[in-house]
């Protein structure tokens, strides 16, 4: 059974930094796309970051870009996202995503096949 766990969410003040984490199970981490979704209340879930198999390419969300930083550790069945400069509108439940059968990194919700729970992030201003 593939679980995908994530942590490290929280509250903090606008400007400061989190970093979320992801441990992957039941499947072949290292084969997997890894991907950062949120929402937001009241809004869809959107892409903010991809990750390839081995970590050589990543995408991101125009919103994020330059913010924010996906990273893996295979060795560990690992995903990371570094959060820095938090904004009031990145308040949203955030989400690990892994995608089977690809090679190349996507944004695209509908191409990752399992889901993680979620870990809530709350940006006060």
């Known amino acids: 059974q593939v679980q995908l766990v994530e942590s490290g969410g929280g509250l903090v003040q606008a400007g400061g930094s989190l970093r979320l984490s992801c441990a992957g199970s039941?499947?072949?981490?290292?084969?997997?796309?890894m991907g950062w979704f949120r929402q937001a209340p009241g809004k869809e879930r959107e892409a903010v970051a991809a990750i390839n198999r081995s970590g050589s390419s990543t995408d991101y969300a125009d919103s994020v870009q330059g913010r924010f930083t996906i990273s893996r550790d295979n060795a560990k069945n690992t995903v990371y996202l570094q959060i820095n400069s938090l904004k009031p509108e990145d308040t949203a439940i955030y989400y690990c995503a892994a995608a089977q059968g690809l090679y190349i990194v996507t944004l695209r919700r509908g191409s990752y096949d399992y889901w993680g729970q979620g870990t809530q992030v709350t940006v006060s201003s």
């Open positions: 039941g499947l072949t981490f290292s084969r997997s796309i």
